[in-house]
């Protein structure tokens, strides 16, 4: 970026995300008969262990209700935690209804994700923090849900230091917050698949809106291209995992949606790591891909020995590696006398890939690379 960045890492948090602030926080403001009676939550995941685990070490009992795609990751450890999970819907909004009717007929006090002010004040001790690890912080990026993190923290700071900007970040699949604030009011969207599944939430908190709208200075998305990106960065060069929700703000800063000035001291709030190793793995493959360190080739030859050979050899001189190949004949729009042969290979970037491609057709081959 060419300024100082700093990454305020809450994905360290013992439950591997900021919501241990607001939980506990909640769970200290109620009275000794709400907790004996316990607690109960919707949450996609991140709320729901942190409460869970807060709870159990203050003997409350804790009933959790989650989406029923929700991580298994994030299923199994709020399960091991102590509390009952029950799993309906496909948002955190299609929970609410089971919240509801667990409050009335068991009598449980629900401890909101992000829509309570006891949580949003816990989140914003992680302003506090930032003031006091970085005194010289201009900016602050936060990842936006519900709103109760960025509430929180927004108000810590402001409060302390007006002239600082706060920037929040949404997946665009998930933009509750900035159709609430172009529409003046709360506003309820309807969500899209989103690797940032923390924060998509259909509407922005009743209780966060107000304190979004007064002391947010901008609002920005990024896309699930840009989300992917920031997660593999985050992964190879700060050696840090990093789920989709809390990569948001770093993906904002990569895809230039956040204008750094100079001498700027910008602090990235990474919210949580609490992500599914498939979706590691498979978001390593596309961030290779994106970075063209891995390429997919499709070369047309003359059916005559030594062809594959051929092929092969010209990438392994240029330094690159075939992971997998497969020829063909008798399909497709082949000319007779020619042989179609796609190749997977691992390469350095993009213009190594370039290079290997004008290689080829140096020799009289046909190719494409593959998307």
């Known amino acids: 970026m060419g300024e100082r960045v700093h990454l305020k890492a809450e994905l360290r948090q013992r439950t591997g995300s900021f919501k241990d602030r607001g939980s506990l926080n ?12 316990g607690v109960v939550a919707a949450s996609a995941g991140n709320h729901a262990q942190a409460l869970a685990r807060h709870a159990a070490r203050l003997g409350v009992p804790c009933t959790i209700v989650m989406p029923r795609d929700a991580p298994l990751i994030k299923v199994g450890n709020t399960r091991a935690a102590g509390a009952r999970v029950i799993q309906r819907g496909d948002t955190l909004s299609d929970g609410a209804a089971v919240v509801d009717r667990l409050v009335q007929e068991e009598g449980l006090t629900l401890v909101h994700p992000f829509d309570d002010l006891e949580v949003m004040a816990g989140q914003g001790t992680m302003g ?6 970085i005194p010289d912080v201009t900016a602050i990026v936060v990842p936006v849900g519900g709103g109760g993190m960025i509430s929180g923290v927004a108000t810590a700071v402001k409060d302390l230091r007006a002239g600082i900007r706060i ?21 309820e969207i309807q969500t899209g698949d989103t690797l940032a599944d ?18 947010v200075d901008e609002m920005v998305v990024v896309s699930e291209e840009e989300i992917i990106r920031a997660i593999f960065f985050l992964l190879e060069r700060e050696k840090l995992v990093v789920e989709g929700a809390g990569a948001v703000a770093v993906a904002a800063l990569l895809a230039g949606k956040v204008p750094v000035a100079t001498g700027d001291s910008v602090v990235c709030v990474l919210s949580g790591g609490n992500i599914d190793m498939n979706v590691v793995s498979r978001i390593i493959d596309r961030g290779l891909w994106a970075d ?7 070369v047309v030859v003359r059916d005559r020995p030594g062809y594959l050979n051929e092929v092969t050899g010209v990438v392994a001189i240029a330094g690159a590696n075939v992971l997998h190949i497969e020829h063909t004949r008798a399909f497709g729009d082949i000319s007779v ?10 390469t350095r970037g993009r213009d190594h890939v370039a290079k290997i491609v004008h290689e080829l057709r140096k020799l009289g081959h046909t190719v494409d690379e593959l998307k």
Not at 168 to 173: I, K, L, P, Q, T
Not at 292 to 298: E, I
Request: no cysteine; proline share 4%; net charge positive.
């Open 26 to 37: 909640k769970l200290l403001s109620l009275a000794p008969s709400a907790l004996a009676q």
């Open 128 to 133: 506090l923090e930032i003031l006091e690890q």
């Open 167 to 187: 920037v929040g970040v949404e997946a665009a699949r998930a933009a509750a917050a900035m159709r609430s604030l172009e529409a003046g009011k709360p506003r």
């Open 198 to 215: 923390g924060i998509a939430v259909k509407r922005i908190g009743r209780v966060a809106y107000p304190h979004l709208e007064a002391l």
């Open 292 to 298: 063209g360190r891995l390429a997919s080739l499709a």
């Open 337 to 346: 006398g020619k042989v179609g042969i796609e190749m997977r290979i691992e």
